[in-house]
């Protein structure tokens, strides 16, 4: 079982910046995905985009394009998540996990999740 840990989250100004990160740990990395979501208060959860290991290309959701990028090192155990340009709707709680979408089978969250960082953009 892998253990994500998110961290970077904060209270940032409009137009500001920030640099989230998610850390793998455990006994196996088999993992073969580490994806970045986020969830504001009375909304689904967002897909941002990830890595996987099959296709390394990381791309990033159309409503973040161009302001949030996605990249992962070299030892595929730190998913970060640069975030420039913020906006007041960009304001949720961001995760990690090891999907590259949210999926409940059998009632349980598919899955590894860290327990999440919030993000809030604020003047």
């Known amino acids: 079982q892998v253990k994500l840990v998110e961290s970077g989250g904060g209270l940032v100004q409009p137009g500001g910046s920030l640099r989230l990160s998610c850390v793998a740990s455990?006994?196996?990395?088999?993992?073969?995905?580490l994806g970045w979501f986020r969830q504001a208060p009375g909304k689904e959860r967002e897909a941002l985009g990830c890595?996987?290991?099959?296709?390394?290309?990381?791309n990033v959701a159309d409503s973040v394009k161009g302001r949030f990028t996605i990249s992962i090192n070299n030892a595929k155990d730190t998913l970060y998540l640069q975030m420039n340009n913020l906006r007041p709707e960009d304001t949720a709680d961001y995760s990690c996990?090891?999907?590259?979408?949210?999926?409940?089978?059998?009632?349980?969250?598919?899955?590894?999740w860290g327990q999440g960082t919030q993000v809030t953009v604020s003047s």
């Open positions: 455990g006994p196996s990395l088999d993992y073969i995905a």
């Open positions: 890595w996987t290991k099959i296709d390394g290309d990381i």
């Open positions: 996990a090891t999907v590259c979408r949210a999926v409940v089978a059998n009632g349980n969250v598919v899955g590894s």
